[in-house]
């Protein structure tokens, strides 16, 4: 088995390959690709497609002195297995060396560390200009697909290379036919026409930009790859080589439902069902799902709109259909669905954008301008908030709080319970005052009695009163709060003050003002960095005072890959590290 691959250590061992073989190469490559993604699971579609494209992009350049930017890259498992890092999908005791991106730290063949789209082509566009102002010769190739060219950076890019680089500069579009989901915008009929004109249509955009354009149907033949590549090799000017793929080539699974396998879990090769389950009831995600189905149904003004994540609340294809106008997706292009948010609040309709918390990072200008800035009632609700979620260093969610809740008149949420996730859901997008942010609990469900109305903007509640100790725990770490407060009550004699701080972006003066009577102590929890965080508000607060605060959070740091609570003990956030804190500080 792999008996092609495992003779590949390098770029230079796959141009020593006749064509049988390396046809034979991208079959060994997708039996490893199996091989790792049926036991840990990770991006399928995106990397099954581009197999043969990979193998003549390392057939015909010379990584890495020419220069090769994975847009996502999502899709670089191939390119890793064609550069030293096979053993990270061959042998089941070095999965963990290779992470699901690129990484420099892991190869020179690697030049960035991606998890975001859109991007490669600005990347690769600085690649050049470098190249050019050090007298370098080498290709710079930019690799972009999955729906990436609707993103609003990779059109500004684009816009760049076709008139300001007059230089070698190679964009290779992957197109796929499809994002996640399906794919929306202009932009995907406009190469779809391309594609059913095999290049030759009277309108085309990228020549329109100022950019040679060249069509090559076959994307997932080797041979064709190799001989367009050896084409554009070399050029001396911007040029969009779009080839036409098929995303999850080779597994019929995959190629029939594109979206449900452009990620997956752990899962059996025969039936292509997962091998590991996290329960069929109900859970945060579930509940946004009938949510938005019940609002849509009884209001005509509710929208949800997502930038190419409807799976952030379970929307799957039937139940999109099912919203019909009451649904947008905007494409990858999360600053335009925040600004367009802001415009049918404006209006008078009730936006709900979804999403997933590392990709909001991209509209921190919209939030602020677009919506802030004009007070206008949009609700954003974002999943993957948690430390305990999405652990590879792109996609962290930790830094959310920080970023965002300390935006004038953003409201943000974080419930900590079933009955608050969804009261504060229905108060968010009835009321018209706030524009208002929630954290999706990254916790299984619980239940709890909750308020059903917000307006009493940064009110905290106190859900057991007690003495010495008040621990503020924030969103879905009360639970973590609630056990502590358990522990100290068992271990040290006294029951502590619980409370649930509900608002993540304001504190509640009057009741912290109060706490002083009967305590001497104040913990604050929260599932974010402690930098610019919620707790650091708390000690702000009584920084003039003799009472002490200590904060428990994340620090800021790209942690990446992390098992969460082996995090949690080397931040001495267990309840048992915790207790013996109190007891030194009392």
Known sequence: MYDILKKVNGPEDVKKLNAEELNILAADIRDALFNRLTKIGGHF????????????????????HDKF??????????????TGRKNGYIDDSCFKDDSGYTNPEESEHDLFNIGHTSTSISLASGLVKARDLKGGNENVIALIGDGSLTGGEALEALDFAGSEIHSNFIIIVNDNQQAIAECHGGICKHLDELRKTKGSAENNFFKTLGLDYIYEENGNDIQAMIKVLQKVKDIDHPIVLHINTQ????????EDNREAWHWCLPFDKATGKPTISFGSGENYTTLARDYIMNKAQKDKDFVVITPAMPMTAGLTP???????????????????????????????????????????????????????????????????????????????????????????????????????????????????????MILIPGNEITSRAADKNYDAINTFKIEQSGEKVAILALGD?????????RQVEKKLGFKPTLINPRFASGIDEAMLQNLPKNHQLIITLEDGILDGGFGQKIAAFYGASDIKVKNYGLQKVFYDRYNPQDLLRQLGMTSEQIIEDIKKLL
């Open 45 to 64: 579609g995106p990397n099954f497609g581009i197999v043969e494209a990979e193998i003549a992009l390392h057939y015909v350049f010379n990584s890495p």
């Open 69 to 82: 930017v994975f847009d996502v890259s999502h899709q670089s498992y191939p390119h890793k297995m064609l």
């Open 247 to 254: 995303k999850g080539k080779g597994y019929k699974l995959a």
């Open 318 to 436: 039937d139940l999109r259909q099912k919203l019909g106008e009451q649904y947008v997706d905007t494409g990858i292009a999360e600053e335009h669905a925040v600004a367009m948010a802001s415009g049918i609040a404006k209006a008078g309709g009730k936006p709900l954008v979804v999403t997933n918390s590392t990709f909001i990072q991209r509209t921190y200008d919209q939030v602020s301008q677009d919506v802030c800035i004009n007070n206008n009632p949009v609700t954003i609700l974002l999943n993957y908030t948690s430390f305990d979620g999405l652990t590879d260093v792109t996609h962290l969610g930790i830094f959310t709080i920080a970023a965002f809740a300390n935006i004038p008149n953003l409201v943000m949420l974080a419930p900590s319970s079933k009955e608050e996730y969804l009261n504060m859901l229905d108060w968010a997008v009835e009321q018209n005052k706030h524009p208002v």
């Open 477 to 485: 770490f009360y639970q973590r709060g609630e056990e502590l407060a």
